[in-house]
């Protein structure tokens, strides 16, 4: 067990639709990352959140955001759904306080299939 | 900006044969490397990472990987895998003094046969 908390963890739903993904990060780590794992593209990055900031931005397209709230726990908004974005939905955590021990810690993922 | 290549997506092997799974980066500045293993129905775990110091790093499980500066390279091996070694494995980098996040490769799938 990692200690991330991923919710939830499969969807299914339709195109045009929004969906919210919910990470709780492992306790006492400030900076969250949001990962895509798809068949075609692999693991690509999103998104990263540091005590609430964003601090890095990867391939996320307009229709998704993200934010992270004081509770330190984040939420990965997908919109106008597309069949393209089914995939798998990686939330990690580590502690992020600069310099890099590299390590990040995964959740199990949300599986969001679109229909 | 970095990158990762994979250059094998599938890796069959029989148990107790060696194995490698090779990992090139490319990158305009210093960075750590990684290794990460996920099992199916799992999320990503990490196996051995690169930060300083010694170029050889090892992990509990029997996997060494060994950081060439030169060739860019950062192979994983193992000398003798396990049925239970079956899984997904993942090398990625990340830029020195950066934000941390994680730039991987596609993915090797190692599948040890009985």
């Known amino acids: 067990d990692s200690g991330v908390t991923q919710t939830p963890k499969h969807l299914i739903t339709a195109t045009g639709q929004r969906v919210t993904l919910r990470c709780s990060p492992r306790s006492g780590d400030l900076s969250v990352y949001w990962y895509q794992q798809s068949l075609d593209q692999g693991l690509q990055f999103l998104i990263q959140?540091?005590?609430?900031?964003?601090?890095a931005k990867g391939n996320i397209l307009e229709r998704f955001s993200a934010q992270q709230f004081p509770d330190l726990h984040s939420e990965l908004n997908l919109s106008s759904l597309e069949l393209g974005d089914s995939a798998l939905y990686f939330c990690?955590?580590?502690?992020?306080?600069?310099?890099?021990?590299?390590?990040?810690?995964f959740g199990e993922g949300s599986r969001l299939t679109v229909l | 900006a970095q990158s990762v290549t994979q250059l094998d997506s599938q890796v069959p092997v029989f148990e107790e044969a060696p194995v490698e799974l090779r990992c090139n980066y490319s990158?305009?500045?210093?960075?750590?490397l990684f290794w990460y293993v996920q099992y199916p129905n799992q999320g990503l775990q990490l196996l051995l990472k690169?930060?300083?110091?010694?170029?050889l790093v090892e992990s509990i499980n029997g996997f060494e990987a060994e950081f060439n500066k030169s060739q860019t390279s950062f192979h994983l091996r193992k000398p003798s895998v396990h049925i239970s070694d079956t899984a997904e494995y993942f090398c990625a980098v990340s830029e020195w003094g950066g934000s941390e996040k994680l730039v991987f490769g596609k993915g090797t799938k190692l599948t040890v046969n009985p």
């Open positions: 959140y540091y005590n609430g900031e964003e601090r």
């Open positions: 690169y930060l300083s110091g010694s170029t």
């Open positions: 990690a955590s580590s502690v992020g306080t600069g310099g890099s021990t590299g390590e990040l810690f």
């Open positions: 990158s305009s500045v210093s960075v750590y």
